[in-house]
């Protein structure tokens, strides 16, 4: 075991934020103890966004270019949670440094530079992984138990969505995520979660068709200033051609049973709206990301007159939560943010060298990240070609 892991989280955007501060908790959850995790630097071409989320999460110093963390001696685990477009570079040029890299999703915004770091993180000394955070949700990770151990056994169908609404006022300024080629939308935003979802849940997709984009508003204001994640900024008369979709559906078909999906950043009225059903041979169950802290539950047992959805309040029997809250009691409640401490302690358990069959689920690896953006290829093939069937 490492005597001690310096950490630096390269963004300090919307998700850079979670990742500081999922370092700063990841050593107070659970009992077997990290070696001490220093908290080093804040990396972000912007020097105020840095260095305010430096001194807001603790760390030692913000630095400006991420050539500074790579090449920094007191730095050993690094987070990329930038533009998907810039992670290639940033990422291959930390693992050529030795640095052990956690990057967010989707792992690029193209296939090719995706399977390229693939290709680095295999030959890398140093560990890769991906940030697929639902899978660290409590209530996501608790229906797939009941998937795999029969209760509710082999899934028949699901059907689920991931709408966000950042995009639905035309005022919204543009940023890196209304730029990229087809898929890069909401499809590879939000859809990318959505997909690593149902396959988390139901197993691999095998083919993809109904593919169908649409972009609901075509030009989009130049913020006058720096803007964060889905800042409503002050923007100016300029206006830029949005590139990619702001909304996408597609069907698939799993080994067993078929799926139906749509994602959407103009869903007004759904910030962060990650829901689902999973229907399957023993009854069904439900999450909605709104209400992070239950699932819906039906179990086809019992006369048919009583039985039917109903709530289950998630807690410490459940996935995470016994030892990974400070108060792990019943009913006390927990959210998004608190996945991104499960998956931060996951990778550092997984640097310090702790035994895997001990340690939270390892995060999904780069190979898992060129397939979940295979599955996103696949639907661009499908809706560029009126909705044609694309097999895996
Ligand atoms: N897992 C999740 O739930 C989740 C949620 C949101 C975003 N994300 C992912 O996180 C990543 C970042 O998204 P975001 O919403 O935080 O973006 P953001 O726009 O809010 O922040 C990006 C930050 O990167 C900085 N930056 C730009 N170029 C840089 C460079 N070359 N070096 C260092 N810093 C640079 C910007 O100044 C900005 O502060 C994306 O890959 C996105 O898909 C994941």
Known sequence: MPKDIGVAVIGAGMAGKAHAAAFRTASALYNPVLPPVRLVSIGDVNPQFGSIAAQRFGYERNDTSWQAIAEADDIDVVSVVIANSLHREVVEGLLAAGKHVLCEKPLSDTLEDARAMAEAARNASSIARIGFTFRRTPGIAYIRDL?????????????GRYWTDYGFSPDAPMSWRYKGGPGSGALADVGSHLTYVAEFLCGDIRSISGGRFSTAINKRPLPLGAVM?????????????????????????????????????????????????????????RFDQRRPAEIELFLNSGPSSENGYRQVILGPEHPYLSGGLAMDAPSVGFGQNDAFGYQARAFLEEVAGLDEATSLPRCATFDEGVHNMELLAAVAESALGSGKKVTL
Do not use: M, Q
Not at 147 to 159: A, E, P, Q
Not at 259 to 277: D, Y
């Open 147 to 159: 998937i795999r151990n029969g209760t509710l056994g082999k899934v028949l169908h699901f059907s």
């Open 229 to 285: 994640g889905h800042d409503h900024a002050a923007v100016s008369d300029v206006f830029e051609t949005v590139e990619n979709d702001d909304y996408a559906a597609f069907s698939a078909e799993f080994d067993h049973g078929s799926g139906g999906f749509e994602v959407s950043r103009v869903a007004a009225g759904h910030a962060n709206s990650l829901i689902f059903e999973v229907f399957c041979e023993n009854g069904a169950a």
